[in-house]
C-alpha cells in the first residue's frame, strides 16, 4: 500500500465553525507533513511530525492545530478561520532516513472553502 | 537550501522528448536535486532525484551538469497525461523534512 489517503475531499465551513482533516498512511513512515496551496500556487510547508513529534511549524497561525496520535495518522483541527485560509490542505510521509532526502508521498488534498 | 530557477511555462508535442531546464547555481555539495511533478488538482509526485550523476528510472531521466550549476528532467517520449507543473528542488542532506516548492514548470504537452 503505498498510498496517502485524506478526508474529506471537500470541505466548506463557516468562520466559527470547528472542524478537522484528516491524513492517514500504512506504509510505515515515520514523517508526516502538512501543505498549504493556493490556487496557482506551489505548495507551502506547514508542520512536519517526526517520529510524531512536531519538528516544524512554519509560523502557522494559532487557529491551525496539527496532531499526531500515531505514525499513521495526522490530523490538522480547524478553528476560527479567515476566508483567505481557503486552500487545497496537502498531507504527504516519508520514512524519515538520513542522509538523503526522502521521497516524500502526497494525498490527493483536502479543498477547504471558509465562508 | 540553494534556490531555483525554473521557465515558467514550456511546450511539448506528444511523442517528443520533453527537456525541462532547472538552474541552481547556489548549490552545495551535500544538496541534492529533487523532481517532482503535480497534475491538476492532485497531490504532488515524486520523480527522481541525484547528487551529481546522471539518474534515470522508469519515469526520466536526469542530467546534472559537472559543475552542478543546472539540471535537466527528460521525459523521453512525452504523452498528454504528462501535462503538469513540474518543480525542481534542492534538499540538504541530513535535513530529511524540509522540502520548499518554488513556483516550477507549466508543462503543456500537445497533440
Known amino acids: 500500500d503505498t498510498e496517502v489517503t485524506q478526508t474529506p475531499k471537500h470541505l466548506v465551513m463557516g468562520m466559527t465553525n470547528k472542524k478537522s482533516l484528516k491524513c492517514e498512511q500504512h506504509?510505515?513512515?515515520?514523517?508526516m507533513y502538512w501543505y498549504k496551496q493556493k490556487a496557482k500556487k506551489p505548495p507551502e510547508l506547514m508542520f512536519v511530525?517526526?517520529?510524531?513529534?512536531?519538528?516544524i511549524n512554519e509560523s502557522v497561525p494559532s487557529r491551525f492545530s496539527p496532531e499526531c496520535p500515531n505514525s499513521s495518522l495526522l490530523n490538522l483541527h480547524l478553528h476560527a478561520l479567515q476566508p483567505e485560509d481557503s486552500a487545497l490542505y496537502l498531507c504527504?510521509?516519508?520514512?524519515?532516513?538520513?542522509?538523503?532526502?526522502?521521497?516524500?508521498?502526497f494525498g490527493p488534498g483536502t479543498r477547504l472553502t471558509v465562508l | 537550501d540553494a534556490k531555483t530557477t525554473q521557465p515558467t511555462s514550456m511546450d511539448c508535442a506528444e511523442g517528443r522528448a520533453a527537456n525541462l531546464p532547472c538552474n541552481h547555481s547556489t548549490i552545495s555539495g551535500n544538496e541534492y536535486v529533487y523532481w517532482y511533478r503535480q497534475i491538476h488538482s492532485q497531490g504532488p509526485q515524486y520523480i527522481i532525484h541525484?547528487?551529481?550523476n546522471n539518474e534515470t528510472n522508469e519515469m526520466a531521466s536526469l542530467i546534472i551538469t559537472e559543475d552542478r550549476k543546472s539540471s535537466t528532467l527528460i521525459l523521453p517520449h512525452a504523452t498528454l497525461r504528462d501535462t503538469a507543473v513540474y518543480y525542481c528542488i534542492v534538499r540538504v542532506a541530513y535535513n530529511n523534512n524540509d522540502m520548499r516548492f518554488g513556483a516550477g514548470t507549466r508543462l503543456t504537452v500537445k497533440p
Open positions: 504527504a510521509s516519508s520514512q524519515d532516513r538520513t542522509p538523503i532526502p526522502d521521497e516524500q508521498f
Open positions: 541525484g547528487l551529481k
Open positions: 511530525y517526526s517520529y510524531e513529534k512536531l519538528s
Open positions: 506504509m510505515g513512515h515515520r514523517a
